[in-house]
Each structure stands twice: as C-alpha cells, then as structure tokens.
C-alpha cells in the first residue's frame, strides 16, 4: 500500500490565482510528521512547510499553507498567489518510526505544478 | 537556514568501478541522513537511514553490498556505489535531519551518476 498518495500528476494555475495540491497518507505511527518539498528543474530540494501530527494548527510559512485534515489523513498543500517562479514539481512526504524502530521519510510521487501567466 | 553539502554534484565513471558520495551538514549535526535515488520524472526512492555510528537500515531491495552507506561523524555520510553499471546511472539525494530539535530535514543538491 502506498505510504504517501498524489493523486494530481500536473496541475496548471493561472498566475496570482490560488492553488491546493493534494496529499493522503498512511501510517500506524501515532507521531508522524508531513512535509512538503519544491524541486525546480535544477534538481534541489527546497523545503516549504512542516506539520507535526499532534500540532493542533495548520502550519502556514508565507503563502504557503498545509490543510491537516487528520482524520482524513489529508495534508494538501495550498499555494496563495501563485507567481511564475512557483513552476516546480511538488512533493509530499512523511516521517514515522516503523515497527523495527527506526525512522524512515517516504515520498509521494509529486505533481508537477505549472503557473501561467 | 541549514545547509547539506553533496559531493561530487556530477560524476561519471566507468562502468565496473567504484564511486563515492560524500553528504555533509555543513552547520549542524545530525545523527540521522537519508540516501535517496531518483530516475527522471519520479519521486524519490528511499535507499536506506544512515545512523551515526551503526549500520545502516536498508529499504527492501536495495543491495547493501552494491550501495556502501558509512555515516562516520555527525556530520559526515557517504554513499559508495561499488562495481557500477549503466543501470545505477540516477540522481541520487542526501538528506539530515536536526539532531535533538528541530523537525525540518534538510537536503543535498544531489549528484547526478553517469556510469559509461
């Protein structure tokens, strides 16, 4: 079973216009954490928000923000105003300690965002 | 903001031979990094953990003895890629985490392997 669900491959999203990216997980691990990462073309990741399974509020950073729906276990990612600069594949991923102990962070397969002008 | 070096960001060698990766946290220490593998156009693949001063912890079907990971110091892993072939040619990614706080995890620039 997959760890971390993209559903959406490629998004388009008119320039200053919002968009949600969305992200489903599963795990057993009641201290899980969820991230959402950015990939330009060139390759690097580049960290955007975090959320901690017990945080009781949504995280927000800038014109980001993850809608934590945890019963759902939901954690969509919400882009405000999209600039051009955003165009980038997004990925979701989640930290958690498996039943051996150890802790691992699992990818989505990431949605390809692209704003146009 | 911390930073995670990865060493070489390109290399190419010739195919039976043996290439070294080298994943630093330039400004933090970190008792745990991750070795990702990533094709083009997928989403990465975990490799294995690296924990400072134990062995690391493999994903299932990720050959140990084909992927060498050493995590040395708490600021120092690396990942050998021995007897290469075509079919290792990849992007592969580090990543830390923040020792003791701190819940963000950090990644390398990656390094690109090209196996002739």
């Known amino acids: 079973a997959q760890k971390i669900t993209q559903t959406q491959p490629g998004m388009f999203v008119q320039e200053k216009e919002a968009v949600t990216l969305d992200c489903t997980y599963d795990?057993?691990?009641?201290?899980?954490?969820l991230f959402w990462y950015k990939q330009p073309s060139s390759g690097e990741m580049i960290f955007l928000i975090y959320?901690?399974?017990?945080?009781?509020q949504n995280a927000t950073e800038g014109r980001y923000s993850l809608n934590f729906q945890k019963a759902r276990k939901s954690a969509n990612l919400v882009i405000s105003a999209s600039q051009l600069g955003d165009s980038a594949m997004y990925f979701c991923?989640?930290?958690?300690?498996?039943?051996?102990?150890?802790?691992?962070?699992?990818f989505g397969t990431g949605t390809k965002l692209q704003v146009i002008p | 903001g911390a930073v995670v070096s990865q060493h070489p960001s390109r290399v190419i060698c010739k195919s039976g031979t043996s290439v070294k990766i080298e994943c630093r946290s330039l400004?933090?220490?970190?008792?745990?990094m991750f070795w990702y593998r990533q094709f083009p156009k997928q989403s990465l693949m975990l490799m294995a953990t690296?924990?400072?001063?134990?062995?690391?912890?493999?994903e299932q079907g990720v050959e140990k003895d084909k992927f060498l990971i050493n995590h040395a110091s708490l600021t120092l892993s690396t990942l050998t890629v021995t007897s290469a072939h075509p079919e290792d040619s990849s992007f592969y990614i580090c990543?830390?985490?923040?020792?003791?706080?701190?819940?963000?995890?950090?990644f390398g620039e990656g390094s690109w392997l090209t196996v002739v």
């Open positions: 991923a989640m930290r958690e300690y498996t039943s051996g102990g150890y802790q691992k962070v699992t």
């Open positions: 690296s924990n400072e001063g134990s062995k690391a912890t493999y």
């Open positions: 400004d933090f220490q970190a008792t745990t």
């Open positions: 959320q901690g399974s017990y945080d009781q």
């Open positions: 795990t057993s691990d009641p201290s899980y954490g």
């Open positions: 990543s830390a985490r923040l020792t003791g706080a701190g819940n963000t995890i950090y």
